[in-house]
């Protein structure tokens, strides 16, 4: 079992840290290593993983419980 912390950031990515396996839509695995930041705001070149693209895209989001 893996064994991964999932952050949401503000106006950012989701961090994920820990033990964990990344696949892609047809279930091949991505490979990452150390923790990963995937994007939320869809304008990076290299999805899924955030690039900083956010900042120019303006991107928005303030996730809470």
Do not use: Q, W
């Amino acid at each position: 079992m893996a064994d991964a912390t999932v952050v949401p950031t503000d106006n950012g990515p989701y961090v994920i840290s820990g033990s964990f396996t990344l696949k892609d839509a047809e279930g091949n695995e991505i490979s990452v290593e150390g923790d990963a930041c995937l994007c939320r705001c869809g304008t990076p070149a290299n999805k899924p993983f955030c690039d900083g693209s956010h900042r120019k895209a303006s991107f928005k989001s303030s996730v809470r419980a």
